[in-house]
């Protein structure tokens, strides 16, 4: 039987405040199996950020050239600085049968389903708008202008959610990892994954 035995991409997006950090570290405590990507930056190590664990650190000048030979899945530009997805260690999981998850922001998302069309989209948002205000607010961290400003680009972040398979609402920790490995499993059920098994059925 000629199972497809590839790995799934996985994009996980949604906006600061929604838990999806969070969410994703419930999530590999019970799948082991599966493969964080490490993102590659042009910014400087902060104190405590290890190479390769933390942030792939490489030079504007080797990250810009990534870029020209499509060695990045996705990429944007941040204060200054390219932050984006090596694409060859990605590669590497999959075809090892690997599920890969990218944890990026809605632009890369887009960028990822136009080079990946097969990727597996997935938003997190919280229970409310008021939710996601009483976490930003409860972190006691940022004054009431960043928050503000949180507050905006979540607004335009949601406007953007229709474009993604699948939402997932962090309402509690554990029970929104245990439909994250659901949602994954489901997608890995759809025809269009399975395209070597539905041929095996029609051969004559």
Do not use: W
């Not at 997932?168 to 554990?174: F, G």
């Amino acid at each position: 039987m000629r199972k497809n035995n590839r790995g799934a991409l996985i994009v996980f997006s949604g906006p600061s405040g929604s838990g999806k950090g969070t969410v994703l570290g419930e999530y590999f405590k019970s799948h082991p199996e599966a493969a964080f990507s490490v993102s590659a930056t042009t910014r400087k190590p902060r104190p405590g950020e290890i190479d390769g664990t933390s942030y792939h650190f490489v030079s504007r000048e080797r990250f810009e050239e990534m870029i020209r030979e499509g060695e990045v899945l996705e990429y944007t530009q941040y204060n200054g600085n390219y932050y984006g997805s090596p694409a060859g260690p990605i590669r590497k999981e999959l075809e090892a049968g690997r599920d890969v998850v990218l944890e990026i922001e809605v632009d890369g998302a887009m960028q990822v389903r136009e080079r990946f069309p097969e990727a597996l989209l997935i938003f997190v948002l919280p229970p409310s708008f008021g939710e996601l205000e009483r976490r930003l607010t409860g972190r006691g961290t940022e004054t009431p202008e960043e928050i503000a400003g949180r507050l905006a680009a979540a607004r335009r972040e949601l406007r953007q959610a229709h474009r993604y398979d699948y939402l997932l609402i962090n309402d509690q920790v554990e029970e929104a990892a245990a439909r994250l490995g659901e949602i994954i499993r489901a997608a890995k059920c759809t025809p269009a994954r399975n395209e070597l098994l539905l041929q095996e059925f029609s051969e004559e």
